[in-house]
């Protein structure tokens, strides 16, 4: 059967719990720790607001195949989708937002547990659009050093065999989330908590005890057993496979300490201090250069040449290419 009509967004009167940040922040450790609570059930990345809820329609032997692959690769309960009864019940779902909350609502029922909670880094550019849909939503948002996050992005693709890392794109992206995060939390003051990765890893037990604190659950359950993380939890890959950096996640609650002077040129410092010296959020971070000699200001004319002449219009253009080669691949499919 083909794709039927889109389901409508819709709006739920029930506390929804997102995890979010910019990638490589430390979300996916904040979640398996939020996911200790005997109370909290809070699924991996999702994704669903960021695309997957466009696709949706009533045709529903589409939609869980949309959404099986995060079942079986981030949550506790990989079967979940093969469920008949589940299926039908969905099938008599209208919108988008009593969908997503019947099927983490299930989730969580399934486990126990009284609320669901979900972690998408994504999400962060979504959520005024998801408090549309879920008023009472609360939001937890982790912040990391952003040298070190684009160093983490970097290793990682690196693994993976990706080598087309462009750091003005990241650093353009980190002030995307940034201005996502301030718009939200001028329009949902009570309803966003940011902590820093650095304070969760220095004192666990009291970062998760505010953040239970936060979303006015029982924070008297924390203890020492908070840190250590059931492999259940543990994301695995789709093959069904540990996935190795999430499998050291609960004995190695340490920071991943970085030479930025090892890793990022002058000129990518510099892009840095220009792109981010200004930020609200991130601006405690960024390393500024204090020189003042005259060698210091000829540098730094330079760099600016390099920025505006060579820098924007490099990003420009293969952001341009990208959007071209995404065209033509919906044209074709």
Known sequence: MGRLAPLKK????????????AARSGTTLLRLLINNHP????????????????????????????????FKTESEVPDLLNDPQLEKDLSNI???????????????NILGKKYWAEKSPSHVIRLNA?????????????????????????????????????LLTYIKYVRRV??????????????????????????????????FKFLEVDSSVVNSKFL???????????DGE?????????????????????YFSDFQLYLFSKELNNSIIFKDYIKNNKESNFIFFLRKALLDCLYTF????????????????????RILS
Do not use: W
């Not at 994704?47 to 696709?55: A, G, I, K, P, T």
């Open 94 to 108: 209208e919108t988008v937002a009593e969908y997503f909350d019947f099927l983490l609502s299930t989730y969580s």
């Open 242 to 262: 540990e996935q190795e950096h999430h499998s050291r996640i609960g004995d190695k609650l340490t920071e991943s300490i970085y030479d930025i002077d090892e």
């Open 228 to 238: 250590k993380i059931s492999k259940k939890n543990i994301p695995v890959s789709s």
């Open 39 to 70: 109370d909290i059930a809070c699924i991996g990345e999702t994704q669903f607001f960021h695309h997957n809820y466009l696709q949706l329609s009533n045709n529903q032997e589409y939609n869980l195949q949309l959404l099986d692959h995060v």
């Open 310 to 329: 060579i820098g924007i219009p490099k990003y420009r253009l293969r952001r341009l290419v990208n959007q071209i080669k995404s065209s033509l691949k």
């Open 130 to 166: 998801i408090s549309k849909m879920f008023p009472d939503i609360n939001v937890i948002n982790i912040i990391r050093n952003p040298y070190f996050s684009a160093i983490s992005r970097f290793k990682k693709l690196k693994n993976c065999q990706i080598s087309n890392f462009s």
């Open 10 to 21: 819709g709006i739920v009167e029930r506390k929804g719990i997102f995890v979010v940040g």
């Open 178 to 211: 940034e201005y996502e995060l301030v718009s939200f939390q001028s329009k949902n003051n009570n309803s966003l908590l940011t902590i820093r990765y650095e304070d969760l890893l220095s004192d666990p037990l009291a970062v998760i005890t505010k953040v």
